[in-house]
């Protein structure tokens, strides 16, 4: 008996790892058209225990079903694979104390920083008896400890037909690293740093270089380019428990030394990556170069799993940094205050072209300019900088204050001046880039677009808030060697539009506020912006005409790279090239393609 059951059990696993073909799409209807979906845990192609205990075995043992992170306060956790009890009155007091604090959210298994996406079904709560449902998670998730066990987690979603969720440190605005019923590759763990002071690679490039693994974060980078001798620096995102290799390199990313190298993407030499094939290539300039151009900004989760990518190095210079503040300290007056917001903006094509990078936050009566960076300045150099905006400020009679500060390298001002960021935040957020032209000729415009933003409309009025980034892309690197959007080498700010979402919105509420961010937060933007563009990572994926805003005249040939490499639709991303007839429907959940 037991063995005749050993005999089944292994025949199977030989005809399916032999024989089979892909699992084929699942027929649904929804709404009057016809969908070929993934497969999720309640249909019968999905797979059985022996299936993924055989792959738990194959990823030794780092399979785990997916429970979400605010469970143990909840008397049990109702997943798809039945209900398990979940309360941990320890484990529930340190999810609710850390639910907003970044470092604790990236370390779980699967959590997503802002909650929107996960549908946020499963807080914290003082009510054990409240209900904990899966949400928009995944099912299961790989903890992955090497390339072999990321080429398992893609080679079972391919032949069995699951969604499939590549999730770094779930920093995405958008959602992108969860998905409903999917099956989760944790990439954390990859955490390899190696540098170089020569790169030896094909291509021109000579100078320092660094290959990280997929896990690092932009500190740790930081942190350890900072300890070379002589110390270096790489181009990252300005939040520190961004990821590098995940999406940031992959939708194009910005920091502080993008005026003098442009974007992350412009800075990468090679990668090591895992196709949709399950076929291990690295991608450079010499071999796979469509693969190596399109992972330079094409849009993340689209066209392999990153395994390693190799990023130039840059000498450390002296910086200074500066902040302005303007807000209800110093005025109530709403009109001062834009006037404020005006005269600040009016010089930013001037700022960016003295290689500034600056970031800020703009809400209602709330201008928070920090920090202003000048890598290889002098505080005073900065200030000279800036000096036209302080005189207009007092011409205008606009209360402020600002301060300067020197630092020997660009990593001390990193961890002295960027503020640390939240977590658990629910909201939704798009974006829009001007360009020089527009500042010069459309100030005014832009900062009503921005008036705009704070207040969409009459019942949520002083809601929304904007993240603005003075920067050049194309300062130091005017034409684009990478896949982003040619618009940003005339970049002066792009800025982050969100729009918070209240807890527990109903459907048609969440629809009416994505409508208010596409049609009139964005859509402000974009007129104000005529020659801008917007960004993959930090833009509204439900806009129109998403392939030209995101990519412009690049998009054709991503379009074509994409279905080269991944033709079946192994990776998804929302609106990542080649994703325009996949669609997740009925109320957010199955990821399927139209049949019709
Ligand atoms: C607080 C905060 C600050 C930010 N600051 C900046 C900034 O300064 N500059 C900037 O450009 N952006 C910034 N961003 C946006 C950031 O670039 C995106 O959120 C980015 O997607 C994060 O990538 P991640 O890999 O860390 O996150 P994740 O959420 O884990 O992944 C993001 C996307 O990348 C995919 N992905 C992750 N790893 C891999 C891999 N190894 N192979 C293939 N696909 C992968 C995921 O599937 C997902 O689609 C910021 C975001 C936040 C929340
Ligand atoms: C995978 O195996 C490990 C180690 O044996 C075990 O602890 C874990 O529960 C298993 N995961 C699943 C989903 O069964
Ligand atoms: C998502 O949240 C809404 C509102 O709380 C709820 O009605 C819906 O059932 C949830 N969907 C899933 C899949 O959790
Ligand atoms: C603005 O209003 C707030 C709240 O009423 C008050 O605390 C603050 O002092 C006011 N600011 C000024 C400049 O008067
Ligand atoms: C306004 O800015 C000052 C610093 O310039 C800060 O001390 C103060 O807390 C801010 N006030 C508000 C209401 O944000
Ligand atoms: C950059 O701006 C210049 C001048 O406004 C314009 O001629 C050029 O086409 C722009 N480049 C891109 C890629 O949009």
């Known amino acids: 008996m037991a063995w005749c059951f050993f005999l089944v059990v292994n025949l199977s696993v030989f005809i399916s790892s032999v024989f089979s073909s892909p699992t084929p799409l699942v027929e649904r209807t929804w709404k009057g058209m016809k969908y070929g979906c993934k497969c999720y845990s309640d249909d019968e192609c999905w797979p059985n225990d022996n299936s993924w205990n055989e792959l738990n075995s194959t990823v030794n043992g780092n399979l785990l079903v997916h429970i979400p992170p605010g469970a143990s306060c909840h008397n049990k956790f109702d997943g798809p694979l039945g209900a398990v009890s979940t309360y941990d009155a320890a484990a529930c007091a340190e999810a609710t104390n850390k639910w907003s604090d970044e470092s604790w959210t990236v370390d779980k298994p699967a959590a997503g920083l802002w909650t929107y996406f996960t549908n946020d079904t499963c807080r914290p709560t003082t009510n054990p008896a409240a209900p904990c449902t899966l949400g928009y998670y995944g099912v299961y998730v790989i903890r992955a400890q090497s390339r072999k066990h990321i080429k398992a987690g893609v080679d079972f979603a391919r032949e069995n037909n699951l969604r499939l969720i590549i999730r770094n440190t779930g920093h995405d605005f958008i959602g992108r690293s969860t998905g409903w019923g999917a099956l989760v590759i944790n990439t954390h763990n990859f955490q390899d740093i190696e540098f170089t002071t020569e790169y030896d690679g094909p291509?021109?490039?000579?100078?320092?270089?660094?290959?990280?693994?997929?896990?690092?974060?932009?500190?740790?980078?930081?942190?350890?380019?900072?300890?070379?001798?002589?110390?270096?620096?790489?181009?990252?995102?300005?939040?520190?428990?961004?990821?590098?290799?995940?999406?940031?390199?992959?939708g194009g990313g910005h920091g502080p030394l993008t005026p003098l190298h442009g974007l992350v993407a412009d800075t990468a030499l090679s990668f090591d990556v895992l196709t949709a094939d399950g076929e291990y290539l690295t991608a450079n300039s010499e071999e796979n170069p469509d693969l190596f151009w399109a992972l330079k900004g094409g849009g993340p989760s689209a066209f392999a799993v990153v395994l390693s990518v190799t990023l130039k190095t840059f000498p450390e210079q002296k910086t200074a940094g500066v902040f302005i503040n303007i807000n209800s300290t110093h005025t109530n007056d709403t009109d001062l205050f834009w006037e404020?917001?005006?005269?600040?903006?009016?010089?930013?094509?001037e700022i960016v072209a003295a290689g500034i990078y600056a970031y800020f936050e703009l809400m209602s009566l709330r201008l928070h300019v920090k920090p202003i960076v000048g890598v290889g300045k002098t505080a005073a150099e900065l200030e000279a900088i800036l000096q036209p905006v302080f005189d207009e400020f007092k011409a205008k009679g606009i209360p402020y204050d600002t301060g300067s500060k020197e630092f020997d390298t660009l990593f001390d001002l990193y961890i002295d001046l960027f503020e640390d960021e939240t977590a658990g935040t629910s909201a939704l957020t798009g974006g829009w880039m001007f360009t020089h032209q527009d500042v010069e000729e459309n100030n005014d415009e832009i900062i009503e677009a921005f008036k705009t933003?704070?207040?969409?409309?009459?019942?949520?009025?002083?809601?929304?808030?904007?993240?603005?980034?003075?920067?050049?892309?194309?300062?130091?690197?005017?034409?684009?060697?990478?896949?982003?959007n040619p618009r940003f080498r005339n970049s002066t700010n792009f800025a982050i539009v969100a729009l918070p979402v209240p807890f527990g919105a109903t459907w048609d509420q969440k629809e009416d506020l994505q409508n208010v961010l596409t049609n009139i937060q964005d859509a402000a933007m974009r007129k104000a912006g005529p020659n801008g563009c917007a960004y993959v990572n930090e833009g509204d994926p439900y806009q129109p005409d998403w392939q030209d805003r995101f990519w412009g005249s690049e998009y054709p040939k991503l379009l074509e790279i994409r279905k080269k490499w991944d033709p079946q639709g192994v990776f998804y991303a929302v609106s990542t090239p080649g994703t325009e007839d996949w669609e997740v429907i009925e109320y957010g959940t199955r990821l399927c393609r139209r049949t019709e």
């Open 340 to 349: 404020g917001v005006r005269s600040f903006h009016k010089y930013s094509n």
């Open 453 to 484: 933003v704070t207040s969409p409309r009459d019942d949520l009025k002083e809601q929304g808030f904007l993240i603005g980034h003075l920067w050049d892309a194309g300062l130091n690197v005017p034409v684009s060697n990478s896949a982003t």
């Open 203 to 250: 291509g021109d490039y000579k100078g320092g270089a660094v290959t990280l693994g997929a896990g690092v974060q932009g500190r740790t980078l930081l942190t350890q380019a900072h300890a070379q001798k002589p110390p270096v620096t790489v181009l990252t995102g300005e939040c520190p428990t961004v990821g590098v290799a995940g999406g940031l390199v992959q």
